[in-house]
């Protein structure tokens, strides 16, 4: 026998030779089998606790990849099976008209034309939004959580995003180490940043800095060398990895250069999460702010492709800008006060309120006062939506957070009194599609509560948050070769003509 001989080895090579193969299996599956049992009966909560639950642990079984931990690996399996479905799909149905457009919607900005392919999250009136199919609950029960945690990690739903597949917790910690990896900044923007004069707003400074980080855009180098299309969403991706695992570091960097006389961020720590590490690096250290950050970089990541910043993204990506221009292109979008200012207002309102009616108000009052508001031409801010036909789901998680961490809190009452009373009023005085408040009525207070005053700082926390929906769409809009956006305009007159109206 040689020297180097491995027995087993050779025992291995034995055994899957000489043992049938249809056995072997057989024997595994029985074996796996046994091996659930077991978990169940060690852990009854599981399978009894609700029917839920034991339908969300089925859904995790079969949706979690467990092969690999690399996203990208994932992404170059998903991307040729999904090329080939919509290619089918187009072949068969290109030609199928599914709407029709009225004059209404052309002034209305377009509203509700479906004219826009956008894969990962889809706005349901009546459910609010779903993650690649999951409503927000059904997201905080089956993602994966920090160790002691409650709430889902935004890197696992980034995951879902990208995939459709539910991560594991393997998977979510790849995710979260590779965002540590890549998270340093160059030197030229750091600089940029700490040149930047106080008075230029927090969102300025961030959409700067995103733009900046340009001179880093693997996709736009491998452009410039000629790299073949089949390849775009390769360099598409890398470059929204290295951008996401930035942007708290810039975000970081611009709380502290305005409201903490620009003291360090601190290093990142690659045994945390992302939101751990943003928590630490902006300052705040209590364990249930981070958790906080968790579901606040969840539940505001995405909101389907027609709102002004993820359609920014999509059209700007559309002509093969890389992903830092296109990002930032979307970040100038949300910081309008139609868009991402919105939470801002709605703490500014809130304040007023309590300036003018002090600590405890009665409902009557409280009615009154909502009631001079609407009056005066103004609205409640907070409340309505475009698409929404109930209470927004993101404003339910958050009450359900508010509830168990700060129920007493005065900002929080009055938040839950305005509940109470707002859809009624809005109801009685007949303009509204949507009484129901939205995701900005609750997000401010909360951030409040733990310390965050600085309410000009709110949208960039949105904006790191929304990186993970529009950037996990722009790599699939690469993968699928989406064209150059192109809708065709009219002029009145011509609006006018095609209708066969009399002008004037």
Same mark, same amino acid.
């Given at each position: 026998?040689?020297?180097?001989?491995?027995?087993?080895?050779?025992?291995?090579?034995?055994?899957?030779?000489?043992?049938?193969?249809?056995?072997?299996?057989?024997?595994?599956?029985?074996?796996?089998?046994?091996?659930?049992? %077991?978990?169940?009966?060690?852990?009854?909560?599981?399978?009894?606790?609700?029917?839920?639950?034991?339908?969300?642990?089925? %859904?995790?079984?079969?949706?979690?990849?467990?092969?690999?931990?690399?996203?990208?690996?994932?992404?170059?399996?998903?991307?040729?099976?999904? *090329?080939?479905?919509?290619?089918?799909?187009?072949?068969?149905?290109?030609?199928?008209?599914?709407?029709?457009?009225?004059?209404?919607?052309?002034? &209305?900005?377009?509203?509700?034309?479906?004219?826009?392919?956008?894969?990962?999250?889809?706005?349901?009136?009546?459910?609010?939004?779903?993650?690649?199919?999951?409503?927000?609950?059904?997201?905080?029960?089956?993602?994966?959580?920090?160790? &002691?945690?409650?709430?889902?990690?935004?890197?696992?739903?980034?995951?879902?995003? %990208?995939?459709?597949? %539910? =991560?594991?917790?393997?998977?979510?910690?790849?995710?979260?180490?590779?965002?540590?990896?890549?998270?340093?900044?160059?030197?030229?923007?750091?600089?940029?940043?700490?040149?930047? =004069?106080?008075?230029?707003?927090?969102?300025?400074?961030?959409?700067?800095?995103?733009?900046?980080?340009?001179?880093?855009?693997?996709?736009?180098?491998?452009?410039?060398?000629?790299?073949?299309?089949?390849?775009?969403?390769?360099?598409?991706?890398?470059?929204?990895?290295?951008?996401?695992?930035?942007?708290?570091?810039?975000?970081?960097?611009?709380?502290?250069?305005?409201?903490?006389?620009?003291?360090?961020?601190?290093?990142?720590?690659?045994?945390?999460?992302?939101?751990?590490?943003?928590?630490?690096?902006?300052?705040?250290?209590?364990?249930?702010?981070?958790?906080?950050?968790?579901?606040?970089?969840?539940?505001?990541?995405?909101?389907?492709?027609?709102?002004?910043?993820?359609?920014?993204?999509?059209?700007?990506?559309?002509?093969?800008?890389?992903?830092?221009?296109?990002?930032?292109?979307?970040?100038?979008?949300?910081?309008? =006060?139609?868009?991402?200012?919105?939470?801002?207002?709605?703490?500014?309102?809130?304040?007023?309120? *309590?300036?003018?009616?002090?600590?405890?108000?009665?409902?009557?009052?409280?009615?009154?006062? @909502?009631?001079?508001?609407?009056?005066?031409?103004?609205?409640?801010?907070?409340?309505?939506?475009?698409?929404?036909?109930?209470?927004?789901?993101?404003?339910?998680?958050?009450?359900?957070?508010?509830?168990?961490?700060?129920?007493?809190?005065?900002?929080?009452?009055?938040?839950?009194?305005?509940?109470? @009373?707002?859809?009624?009023?809005?109801?009685?005085?007949?303009?509204?599609?949507?009484?129901?408040?939205?995701?900005?009525?609750?997000?401010?207070?909360?951030?409040?509560?733990? &310390?965050?005053?600085?309410?000009?700082?709110?949208?960039?926390?949105?904006?790191?948050?929304?990186?993970?929906?529009?950037?996990?769409?722009?790599?699939?809009?690469?993968?699928?070769?989406?064209?150059?956006?192109?809708?065709?305009?009219?002029?009145?007159?011509?609006?006018?003509?095609?209708?066969?109206?009399?002008?004037?």
């Amino acid at each position: 026998m040689p020297s180097n001989h491995n027995t087993e080895t050779d025992f291995v090579h034995f055994f899957w030779t000489q043992v049938d193969l249809e056995k072997t299996a057989a024997l595994a599956f029985v074996f796996l089998l046994d091996c659930m049992v %077991v978990l169940l009966i060690l852990n009854p909560f599981i399978w009894w606790s609700d029917s839920q639950n034991a339908t969300n642990f089925l %859904v995790a079984a079969r949706n979690a990849s467990a092969s690999t931990t690399n996203l990208k690996d994932v992404l170059a399996d998903l991307i040729p099976k999904e *090329q080939t479905r919509i290619k089918n799909f187009k072949q068969q149905y290109g030609k199928t008209n599914i709407g029709q457009i009225s004059v209404d919607m052309i002034y &209305g900005g377009m509203r509700g034309m479906k004219g826009l392919v956008y894969e990962t999250s889809v706005l349901d009136p009546d459910e609010g939004i779903r993650f690649r199919g999951y409503s927000i609950p059904e997201c905080q029960g089956l993602l994966p959580k920090a160790p &002691g945690g409650e709430e889902p990690l935004p890197e696992g739903l980034f995951w879902l995003l %990208v995939t459709g597949q %539910v =991560p594991t917790e393997e998977q979510v910690t790849w995710v979260s180490k590779e965002w540590a990896k890549r998270a340093a900044l160059p030197s030229h923007v750091v600089t940029m940043l700490d040149n930047f =004069p106080t008075n230029l707003h927090p969102m300025s400074q961030f959409s700067a800095a995103i733009t900046a980080l340009n001179s880093e855009s693997s996709f736009a180098r491998a452009y410039s060398e000629g790299v073949h299309k089949s390849k775009y969403w390769e360099f598409a991706y890398e470059d929204s990895m290295d951008l996401i695992a930035k942007l708290p570091c810039i975000a970081a960097k611009i709380y502290r250069n305005l409201y903490r006389e620009g003291s360090s961020i601190g290093a990142i720590d690659s045994n945390l999460d992302w939101s751990h590490n943003f928590s630490n690096m902006l300052g705040y250290s209590d364990a249930q702010f981070t958790e906080l950050m968790r579901l606040y970089l969840t539940i505001h990541s995405d909101h389907e492709g027609g709102n002004v910043s993820a359609h920014t993204s999509h059209l700007v990506g559309s002509a093969l800008s890389d992903p830092y221009l296109s990002f930032s292109a979307a970040m100038n979008g949300l910081a309008g =006060p139609l868009h991402g200012l919105a939470n801002q207002e709605v703490l500014v309102w809130l304040t007023a309120l *309590q300036k003018e009616l002090g600590g405890e108000v009665s409902d009557e009052k409280m009615r009154d006062y @909502i009631w001079n508001t609407l009056k005066s031409g103004r609205v409640v801010p907070g409340y309505g939506h475009a698409v929404l036909r109930k209470t927004d789901p993101r404003y339910t998680c958050q009450r359900e957070f508010a509830l168990k961490h700060l129920p007493s809190d005065p900002m929080f009452k009055m938040v839950a009194q305005l509940y109470k @009373i707002v859809p009624n009023v809005l109801l009685e005085q007949g303009k509204a599609k949507n009484p129901w408040p939205n995701v900005d009525a609750h997000s401010g207070v909360l951030l409040q509560y733990y &310390g965050m005053s600085e309410m000009n700082y709110y949208t960039v926390l949105f904006g790191v948050s929304r990186a993970l929906g529009v950037l996990a769409q722009l790599v699939w809009s690469r993968a699928l070769g989406f064209p150059l956006e192109r809708p065709k305009s009219m002029s009145t007159d011509g609006l006018m003509t095609l209708v066969g109206a009399k002008s004037g």
